[in-house]
């Protein structure tokens, strides 16, 4: 029942969700079940023909209308989020040069997305490490009182149980 609740609030407001790891079999596939089950609008991070042939490869038919790919090498919005990022990062001695660099890696092309509410969140760590995938949030989005700690969890949903796995690698020592 956990599951099946939070999918249907899920589709009562669907929410843009940017996955930065596009280009990962698994992350398409869950794509295509998201527009499938209403949950959320995709938007898939990665190089369009490298991600249409990974799932075309692996016999995934998708509905492409339904689901967005964004080159951010290519995507009409680098210029203006390379300049955000900029002037959110010049005084820790990031140049134009720089933003422009990082604004092309997918984890902060995806970041800056929610930042700028071109998406309303994002799902990231699949293929990278913890902190690959929260490193770009806390350069931009930053955190803000009373929330000042960060933390990562997953559950896994066993046939008669509900897990809570807390992540560690960024809180070392957490208390209660």
Known sequence: ???KNIKEKAKQ??????????????????????VKEKTAIPILL???????????????????KK???????TSKKRKAYA???????KDKGLTEKGADDLIQKLPYFGTMMVQINDAD?????????????IRPAL????TKEPFHKVSAF?????????????DVSITIDPDA
Do not use: C, H
Request: charged fraction near 25%; avoid cysteine; charge should be positive.
């Open 67 to 73: 689901i967005e790919i964004i080159d951010p090498k």
């Open 83 to 89: 300049e955000t990022l900029y002037k959110l990062r």
């Open 121 to 133: 969140g994002m799902i990231a760590g699949s293929t990278w490490s913890t902190a690959e995938s």
């Open 13 to 34: 407001s669907p929410q843009i969700i940017v996955f930065p790891e596009g280009f990962e079999e698994r992350i398409i596939i869950a794509a295509g079940k998201i």
């Open 1 to 3: 029942n956990f599951l």
């Open 46 to 64: 990665g190089n369009p023909r490298t991600v249409k042939n990974i799932a075309e490869k692996k016999g995934n038919r998708l509905d492409w």
């Open 154 to 166: 997953f559950f896994m949903i066993l046939e008669k149980r509900l897990l809570l796995f807390a």
């Open 139 to 142: 350069q931009i989005i930053k």
